[in-house]
């Protein structure tokens, strides 16, 4: 009697419990065919709200920067044009060389021998030409026996020339300037013609070589300006003078040379170098990287808000990225990039634009950068 009692009283109690609380949801609930409230309808057609930034495309000129290395534009093997036996070699290996310094000197005692002869019979067929001219003038020598003196004069002449040369070949001179990188012949060696006498490098200008990718060589040309950057801290200015027309079948890169002036010489063949390369300038826009989105089709862009406040999809040329922020191509002045909202809008919705002012970040003034 006692439990009968006791689940009439639970049972009572629940449904209280139901009338207190369930009707009271039941009263808030609208009915299957009752219209939603004014309030609710405007909340639900209200635009999406998105904060946006307007930018300014401003001029960026990026750089291409390629390792390299630096080469002589001209290493020269000078040989001896005559025979003879080296009696001096005056120059020092690594001695910085003017034009006609003097390499090898060979034994000229015969030579200049034969130079004072030929001299002697050249200034004996002077005399014989001045008289056989002055006789003939008068009419006292046949024209023949004038033009037998005239010819040997010319004879005498050919043959001091030629005794000139002699000697002049026994000294073996540096037909450029540069530095001797090695002295081959030495005092007492002997000499045929043709034989090495030293190796002279010519290093200015010198030549900078590096190798560029193909998506780089393709922003190149011929005259282009470059610095190149030495691991000595110092750095020397020049042109690109070459871009390989074929690249390589293994890394397909592309040989490129600049030429730099060197007028002290200071930079040396072999040395490493970083070559800074400015490129054309372009106009950029500064952008967050939070603002950037993918389309559908994988290409990389930023969704804008147009003149009717509906989204529109941009794509973006990526030129440079920083810490904080990405210059990209493709933004026209003045346009609305949505940098808040942007994952949750589609192209054609219609949005509530509110306006934001990006932060200005230190390491985002353009300057420096690398080509795509």
């Not at 405007?42 to 300014?56: C, I, K, L, Q, R």
């Not at 559908?296 to 009717?308: I, K, N, S, Y």
């Not at 994952?343 to 949005?351: L, T």
Request: glycine share 8%.
């Amino acid at each position: 009697m006692n439990a009968a009692r006791g689940m009439a009283l639970l049972l009572l109690l629940a449904a209280g419990l139901w009338f207190a609380f369930g009707g009271l949801v039941l009263s808030r609930a609208p009915s299957a065919g009752s219209e939603p409230a004014r309030g609710e309808m405007e909340a639900a057609d209200a635009p999406f709200v998105v904060e946006v930034a307007v930018v300014s495309p401003e001029p960026y000129r990026p750089r291409l920067s390629l390792s390299a290395h630096a080469e002589p534009v001209q290493t020269l093997t000078v040989r001896a044009r005559a025979a003879g036996q080296v009696v001096a070699a005056p120059r020092r290996e690594g001695e910085r060389l003017a034009a006609g310094d003097t390499l090898c000197r060979l034994d000229d005692t015969g030579e200049r021998e034969q130079l004072a002869a030929a001299e002697a019979r050249l200034a004996s067929a002077e005399r014989d030409a001045v008289a056989a001219r002055r006789l003939f003038d008068r009419g006292t020598l046949p024209e023949a026996q004038l033009k037998k003196a005239e010819a040997a004069l010319a004879q005498a002449r050919a043959a001091v020339k030629r005794a000139r040369l002699a000697v002049a070949w026994r000294v073996v001179k540096s037909p450029i300037a540069g530095m001797l990188q090695k002295q081959l012949a030495k005092a007492g060696d002997m000499l045929q013609p043709g034989a090495p006498c030293a190796v002279v490098v010519a290093l200015d200008p010198l030549e900078v070589v590096a190798a560029a990718s193909e998506l780089e060589v393709s922003r190149l040309r011929p005259g282009m300006a470059v610095r190149a950057h030495f691991a000595n801290g110092r750095a020397l200015a020049g042109t690109i003078t070459y871009i390989a027309p074929a690249g390589s079948a293994v890394t397909r890169t592309f040989t490129i040379k600049a030429r730099l002036a060197n007028p002290d010489m200071a930079m040396r063949a072999g040395m490493t170098a970083r070559l800074d390369i400015p490129l054309p300038g372009r106009k950029v826009a500064r952008l967050p990287l939070s603002a950037l989105v993918l389309a559908d089709d994988g290409r990389l862009g930023a969704h804008v808000v147009r003149g009717d406040d509906t989204v529109a999809f941009v794509p973006l040329t990526i030129v440079s990225e920083r810490p904080q922020a990405v210059l990209a191509e493709g933004l026209p002045a003045g346009a609305r990039v949505i940098v808040t909202g942007q994952y949750f809008v589609r192209p054609g919705q219609k949005v509530r634009p509110v306006p934001r002012k990006l932060a200005a970040h230190a390491d985002e003034t353009p300057g420096r950068g690398v080509a795509p």
